[in-house]
Every structure is written in structure tokens, then in C-alpha cells.
């Protein structure tokens, strides 16, 4: 008997982490909305990755799929492409392996997809001493979201901390206010996944550096618009190193982005299907 098809696939990126991905699977342990699957595009990760996966599925209530391609350095748009057409659902949430997902994640993704819309999500950026400290008692009790318990580890008391304590009609307020656009974000986003197909995915050309935001530009322009969910929507971002991260790619990916705006482009013969 075949499983029912999810009312959402959730995509997680991971290279060679399995310290913050093993958190991040267990946020999805606590998710007040269970109707998903979680796949995992893995951008070439060693055997710790594959022996974690494979521990996890037994402690999890979701259903697991790692998709995985070797490792050709970063590249992170065609693994999720790859990603992408292992997902059952209809509705495609995206993040990274280094992002755990409040309890009410899914539940407020859920609630808020519409048809012709994406949605854009906030995050909480923790420094790398309270990254590594968060516990699964920690991700159980939602400790790493509450601001008093992250200010007593030592956070910084700054104003955009507030996306964690804003609840309710207030965070709408917020969501309303804020001038950061919604744009598509790899940590938090969401939108159909025939939409995403529609322009073809992502830019595999595209290494670090606005990958996913150029997916976005190509979704506004085939008539996508989004919704700005960065107080609602939460999840906390562990600290790390990106060695991957150079100023050749983040030079080249601006480029495209500025031709994607510039010509109005829908498609990219670059991304999920090839031409």
C-alpha cells in the first residue's frame, strides 16, 4: 500500500553538518502541523550524514528521504532541483540544515499559502557559543526560542530579536511594517510546486550568493507575488563557517540576477529541465 500523499514536502539543504542537522530534524519532530514529508538535498555530504539519516528515521514520526548527489563543490541549485522532483506534495517548504523550525512553522506556512502567492520567512540569528549548546530537551521545551532563555546564554539584546517574542495579531503588524522585501529565501520560503517548475527551478549555473533569491525574481515576474511572514514564520539560524562562499560566485550570480530583472525572464535553461 502506497503512503498517502503529504499536504506538504519540506526541503532541507545539508553539506557535512550533522551537528546542526540533527537539531533541525528534531524541530521537525515538534511541528503542531504533522501532515509532511521532509526531504533532504544533500550537496555531496560523507557517510556521517547517511548513518545519521538513518538514525533519525527511527526516532521521527515523519517520513525521511535523502536525496544526494556526490560532492563537485558548492552546488546547492542542483541538488534541490534534484530535491524537488522527489517531493510528493503539492506545497514545497524550503530551508537549511542549519535553521530549526519553531513549533508553529509548518502550522503558519499551512495556514498561509495561497494560490499565485510564495511566502517569505524570518529567522533569529544565534551566535556559534548557543548554537552548539541547544539540547534536544532545549528544541523539546522550545527553550531556543524564548528570548529570555537565549538572552540569559548570551545573546545580544537587539531589536530584530523581537521577530521572536511578536505572537498573534502583533506579529501581522510587524509583518505589514517591516521594509525588508519578500523576497524568496533559501532558510524560509514556501510556494507551490508547480509554480516553482514553472520557471524551471533553479539557476544550476548559480553557486553561493543569491541563488535563491534570483529564483524569486523569475517567480515575480511569471505573475507570483509573495507574502511577508518574517514575524511569523520563525526559525533560528546556527552559526557556522562558509568556506564556500566566494566573491568570484556572489560576483556572477549578481549578474544574472540583474538580467533576470532587467529582461523580465520566466525561465531559466539551466534549472530543472534541461533544453
Not at 205 to 225: C, P, V
Not at 232 to 237: E, G, L, P, R, T
Request: net charge positive; aromatic share 10%; charged share 25%.
Amino acid at each position: 500500500m502506497e503512503n498517502p500523499i503529504p499536504s506538504i514536502s519540506v526541503v532541507v539543504s545539508t553539506y557535512n553538518s550533522e551537528e546542526w542537522l540533527e537539531k533541525v530534524l528534531w524541530g521537525f519532530h515538534q511541528q503542531t502541523f504533522k501532515d509532511f514529508e521532509l526531504v533532504i538535498a544533500d550537496d555531496g555530504s560523507g557517510p556521517k550524514t547517511q548513518e545519521l539519516i538513518h538514525k533519525m528515521s527511527n526516532c521521527i514520526f515523519y517520513p525521511l528521504v535523502h536525496v544526494w548527489h556526490g560532492d563537485d563543490g558548492f552546488q546547492k541549485s542542483k541538488i534541490l532541483n534534484k530535491a524537488l522532483g522527489a517531493c510528493k506534495a503539492e506545497y514545497i517548504v524550503m530551508t537549511d540544515g542549519d535553521c530549526i523550525p519553531r513549533a508553529d512553522f509548518l502550522e503558519v506556512h499551512q495556514r498561509n499559502r495561497a494560490k499565485g502567492y510564495f511566502i517569505s520567512g524570518g529567522y533569529c540569528k544565534l551566535p556559534r557559543n548557543i548554537s552548539r549548546s541547544i539540547t534536544l530537551e532545549d528544541i523539546e521545551r522550545q527553550n531556543c526560542f524564548n528570548i529570555k532563555w537565549l538572552e540569559l546564554q548570551g545573546l545580544p539584546k537587539l531589536y530584530k530579536n523581537i521577530k521572536l517574542m511578536a505572537k498573534g495579531n502583533v506579529s501581522k503588524v510587524y509583518n505589514s511594517l517591516t521594509p525588508t522585501n519578500a523576497s524568496w529565501n533559501g532558510h524560509n520560503s514556501s510556494g507551490w510546486k508547480k509554480d516553482i517548475l514553472g520557471v524551471n527551478g533553479f539557476d544550476e549555473r548559480m553557486q553561493y550568493g543569491g541563488q535563491d533569491r534570483e529564483l524569486g525574481e523569475r517567480l515575480f515576474n511569471s505573475g507570483i507575488k509573495s507574502k511577508q511572514l518574517r514575524y511569523s514564520a520563525i526559525c533560528v539560524h546556527l552559526d557556522h563557517t562558509r568556506s564556500y562562499k566566494t566573491k568570484d560566485s556572489i560576483l556572477k550570480n549578481k549578474a544574472i540576477i540583474k538580467l533576470v530583472k532587467k529582461t523580465g525572464s520566466t525561465w531559466t535553461d539551466y534549472g530543472f529541465t534541461k533544453e
